[in-house]
């Protein structure tokens, strides 16, 4: 997430998308999900490598993949900050 250019003054209150880094496949597969989600399903857990090459908001998980819709979804806005 990030704040870039954000004008900030007391009382704000502000939203923040999550971003997608593009390095890898947006497939839900862990075979593309590094981290620790997927260590127990793919012990290899390296980014594939396939991704869209750009930095750009990203979907949300849909639970199309090895890991369930319903622990991992998420919809944007991912953070809010309230400046005081």
Known sequence: ??????????????????????????????????????ANINTTNVASGNGEGFVHVHPGFHGVGDLSEARYDWRNPMMRVDVW
């Open 1 to 38: 997430v990030a704040l870039n250019g954000a004008r900030v003054y007391r009382g704000r209150t502000l939203y923040s998308d999550g971003l997608d880094a593009g390095s890898e496949e947006n497939n839900e597969l862990c075979e593309s999900i590094p981290g620790p989600a997927c």
